[in-house]
């Protein structure tokens, strides 16, 4: 059956708590244009207590945002996450503040 096509999220209502992570050094959507994700590796020092695998970090206004569950590149409308053990893993589940929880395999 065809790829499904990728449809863009509802605008973003971005999470206000908990705050940061107050450790790290160097905002990461500095210099970045509006809309950008952040990679994993320069988001989490900032964001340590998100789950690197399903999260995503949304740049505005030169400052950076995580993305509630749903969102993002990898967690897109369909739910998709990483492959592993030949099982696609899904990013759908939220925790109380809306963030991503432990990816799960499909069926």
Known sequence: H????YK???PVHYNVHPQPHYGYKVEPCKNKPDGDYVIEGEFV???NYADKVCSFVKCANGFSFLTKCGLGTRNDDYGR???KDGK???CDIQ???GRC???????
């Open 95 to 97: 925790d109380n503040y």
């Open 2 to 5: 065809p790829e499904p096509v």
């Open 101 to 107: 929880g432990k990816p799960y395999p499909s069926h």
């Open 88 to 90: 696609l893993w899904l």
């Open 8 to 10: 863009h999220p509802e």
């Open 81 to 83: 996450g990483p492959l």
């Open 45 to 47: 020092h900032k964001y």
